[in-house]
C-alpha cells in the first residue's frame, strides 16, 4: 500500500506561483510513475503532469507546458509541482496519484493510489 498527502495549495493571483508537494510513504519502491491530476467545477478529471519514478521521464498537458514544472525528490519521496504563470482557468482541486503499472506517462487510467486533493484557486 501507498500513502499520498498533498500540501501547498491556496488563493493566488493570476499570474502568480504555488508549488505542490506530495509525500509518499508505504511500499514506495514499488511505484512506477506518479502525476499531478486537477478537477475543476462541472469538468472531468485530467492528468496534468506526469513523472517517471525512477527514469526522470516528464509529461505535461498542453494548457501547461512553460509555466508547470514537475519534478520528485526520490530520497524524500516526494513529488512536487511547480506552477508560474498561474491562470484563472488552473482553478481546481489537485490530486496526486501513484501507479505500480508500467505504462504511457500521459495515460489518464490505471493509477492505483491518490491523494486526498489540495485546492488551488486562482483570481483574476
Known amino acids: 500500500q501507498v500513502h499520498l498527502v498533498e500540501s501547498g495549495g491556496g488563493l493566488v493571483q493570476a499570474g502568480g506561483s504555488l508549488r505542490l508537494s506530495c509525500a509518499a510513504s508505504g511500499r514506495t519502491s514499488r511505484i512506477y510513475s506518479m502525476g499531478w491530476f486537477r478537477q475543476a467545477p462541472g469538468k472531468e478529471r485530467e492528468l496534468v503532469a506526469a513523472i517517471g519514478w525512477s527514469g526522470g521521464s516528464t509529461f505535461y498537458v498542453d494548457s501547461v507546458k512553460g509555466r508547470f514544472i514537475i519534478s520528485r525528490d526520490n530520497p524524500k519521496n516526494t513529488m512536487y509541482l511547480q506552477m508560474n504563470g498561474l491562470k484563472p482557468e488552473d482553478t481546481a482541486v489537485y490530486y496526486c496519484?501513484?501507479?505500480?503499472?508500467?505504462?504511457?506517462?500521459?495515460?489518464?487510467?490505471?493509477?492505483?493510489?491518490w491523494g486526498q486533493g489540495t485546492q488551488v484557486t486562482v483570481s483574476s
Open positions: 496519484a501513484a501507479t505500480r503499472v508500467v505504462g504511457a506517462l500521459d495515460r489518464q487510467y490505471g493509477y492505483d493510489y
